[in-house]
């Protein structure tokens, strides 16, 4: 099927014309054949803004309905019924396709093996977020011409960011460089990618500067959150290392203040909002390209 659980599988070619089309979306010049009297389902088993309600836009714009089961409350969850089986049940009722936000607690690629329809993961436990990283390679390829050759720096939170662990998938598959910066605890233990001790000489290196969300609940160790700020946060005294033309991102959400401040949302070099707005373009570009090939 055409699922979309991790993106080693993804060609190249097919990101270039999922791409490709987000380009003709975004222009308004591509006329979708509306109606298609279809259903998606979108079972968001954990808490999502931006994602769910991208899928919800690109649903909406396609002539889809949404099927949307936003979050475990109210649903025969709460009876004992299993993540695997209430994913099963839904595929039962026959959408077109499923998209899926979940946690460790539920296997999508075994979902995905036993269903017949496409799965799409829309951010799984600590697996993987796809279209996150497809739509962060959008934004770099509109604003920077391409991702080939890009250098872009993660700084934060690497070891428990399923963003992070896409973008090591896609990075070779698109030509651009990863390195990391952040406390010790926070990046992976036997590293692959370059790893940047000081901030300042990682922002000096950097094409693209792309915070991470401080995930404090998942960590041992008790850090000051100033101290964090001080030293790996995007302040306008640490952000001064990072060339004029180099792009700020952050996938949301923002701990204000303590990996980014809120006065860097208006700094040239911010994508985040467009970020954003990619997301709706490449996740249309994804689900139609499900949608024709059905
Ligand atoms: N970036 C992202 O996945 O945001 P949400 O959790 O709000 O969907």
């Known amino acids: 099927t055409n ?3 991790d993106l080693i599988s993804l060609e190249k070619e097919k990101i270039s014309t999922l ?8 222009e308004n010049k591509l006329s979708f054949e509306k109606g298609f009297g279809k259903t998606g389902a979108l079972l968001f088993f954990e808490a999502s803004t931006r994602t769910r309600m991208s899928f919800e836009t ?3 714009r396609l002539g889809v309905y949404p099927l949307l089961l936003d979050g475990k409350a109210g649903t025969s969850l709460e009876k004992g019924e299993t993540l695997e089986d209430t994913v099963l049940n839904v595929a039962a009722m026959k959408p077109s396709f499923l998209v899926v936000r979940s946690g460790d607690d539920l296997d999508l690629r075994d979902v995905a093996r036993k269903l017949s329809m496409p799965v799409v993961n829309a951010g799984w436990g600590k697996v993987g ?3 996150q ?3 962060d390679a959008y934004t770099i390829r509109k604003h ?3 991702c080939e050759g890009q250098r872009v720096l993660i700084v934060g939170d690497v070891r428990h960011s399923r963003v992070a662990a896409s973008h090591f998938e896609l990075a070779t598959k698109l030509g651009y460089e990863v390195a990391l910066c952040g406390p010790k605890d926070f990046l992976p233990s036997t590293p692959t990618v370059k790893v940047f001790s000081s901030l300042k000489e990682g922002l000096e290196w950097a094409s693209v500067a792309m915070a991470l969300r401080v995930q404090l609940e998942r960590h041992a160790i008790e850090y000051s959150l100033a101290d964090y700020r001080e030293q790996f946060g995007f302040t306008k005294k640490n952000l001064q290392s990072l060339s004029a033309q180099a792009l700020i991102m ?3 959400p923002i701990n204000q203040g303590t990996e980014l401040d809120s006065d860097i949302l208006q700094d040239p070099r911010c994508q985040v909002l467009d970020q954003v707005s990619n997301g709706v373009f490449v996740r249309q570009a994804l689900l139609h390209s499900i949608l024709v090939e059905l």
């Open 3 to 5: 699922s979309l659980i």
């Open 19 to 26: 791409f490709s089309f987000a380009d003709l979306i975004s």
């Open 58 to 60: 690109a649903c909406a």
């Open 129 to 131: 977020h796809p279209t």
């Open 133 to 135: 990283a497809l739509l």
């Open 144 to 146: 920077l011409g391409t």
């Open 250 to 252: 952050h996938p949301g």
